[in-house]
């Protein structure tokens, strides 16, 4: 098991964490659970590349050359 730190933050956040925390259905065991997944989740995100269609990419191409960019 990974060592647990403490992060704190304000009394609102928490208890709106928490609301949603026991509207899981019991997916999240409690606050610190859920905030676990989420900064997880958030940073798995920003590790990805973003990747586009086909006609998406034509579509930026389009937009830059419109702009004067290409």
């Known amino acids: 098991m990974n060592e647990k730190v ?4 304000s009394r609102e956040l928490y208890e709106r964490v928490k609301k949603e ?3 899981s259905g019991g997916e999240f065991k ?3 659970e859920y905030i676990e997944f989420v ?3 958030l940073l ?3 590790n990805e ?3 586009y269609t086909k006609e998406e990419e034509e579509e ?3 937009r830059l050359r ?3 960019y290409m």
Request: glycine share 4%; net charge negative; hydrophobic share 45%.
């Open 39 to 41: 900064l997880e989740e």
């Open 44 to 46: 798995k995100e920003e």
């Open 60 to 62: 930026i191409k389009r």
């Open 21 to 23: 925390v026991e509207e």
């Open 6 to 9: 403490a992060v704190y933050i």
């Open 66 to 68: 419109a702009l004067g």
């Open 49 to 51: 590349e973003a990747v």
């Open 30 to 32: 409690d606050v610190s």
